[in-house]
DNA sequence: TGGCGATTTGGGAATATTGCCAAATGATGG
DNA sequence: CCATCATTTGGCAATATTCCCAAATCGCCA
């Protein structure tokens, strides 16, 4: 494998490391409903803030979110919608590997 | 989060962390295109035999891929293939970020 | 059965991730 | 400017991941 296809390789699996928490899943579930400040994640995961704040740096580095100034507060948006696609797919893996069957055909 | 979101959440964050490494990553492309044994998937990526046997058991405990007896030989294959669309919406993140705009819409 | 090639498992060192606290920074309103 | 609320950053201990080597296991054939 050369340097130029790791690199490609290695620049994806940010975005899959991006994804590999379920805090910062549990995130994008709910910016995929709403735009959402800080503190009130925050509140809803139950976590200090500054973890709070880390998960979602480290999800504005892969380029999933991105945040929007109101005022004090900064809201984070759903930067990339097509990630959903991926609950689907991690949800049929999941169900075929339960139920003992073939997984998704496509 | 109650209980047993987490878990559901954790359940799909063990199928992100399996997709967050560039081998793993590369043992995905290249199984997509046919099923292959552990001694070619070791020669190709150039890692110890041990390696890859390690990469390959996190791909199949995640119901990523699976294993197949062929002799000595112990070829693998996807067994879903819908991670193939996590592929297509990973290179249109990089994209975006690259090119500084929006990303995929849906 | 004995030996050989293919694969997995055990173990351990290097590295990365996670999550809390404390402190720093930013924005707003008095 | 000062106080306050929202967020980020620094630092650190606990935990997890990665990858090599060595040893064990598995399947086949003479």
Redesign the pocket.
């Known amino acids: 494998m050369d340097n130029v296809t790791l690199a490609r390789y290695e620049a994806r699996a940010q975005i899959a490391?991006a994804l590999?928490?379920s805090?910062r899943l549990f995130i994008i579930d709910e910016l995929s409903r709403r735009d959402i400040?800080?503190?009130d994640l925050?509140e809803m995961i139950g976590?200090?803030?500054?973890?709070v704040?880390?998960?979602?740096?480290?999800l504005k580095s892969a380029g999933l979110v991105q945040?929007r100034?109101h005022?004090?507060?900064?809201f984070y948006r759903l930067r990339c919608p097509c990630v959903l696609g991926f609950f689907g797919c991690m949800e049929s893996v999941l169900k075929s590997v339960a139920e003992g069957n073939a997984c998704c055909v496509a």
Chains 1, 2 share one sequence.
């Open positions: 490391k590999a928490h805090t400040c800080v503190c925050t976590a200090d803030i500054s973890t704040s880390k998960h979602l740096t480290i945040g100034k005022g004090a507060q900064i």
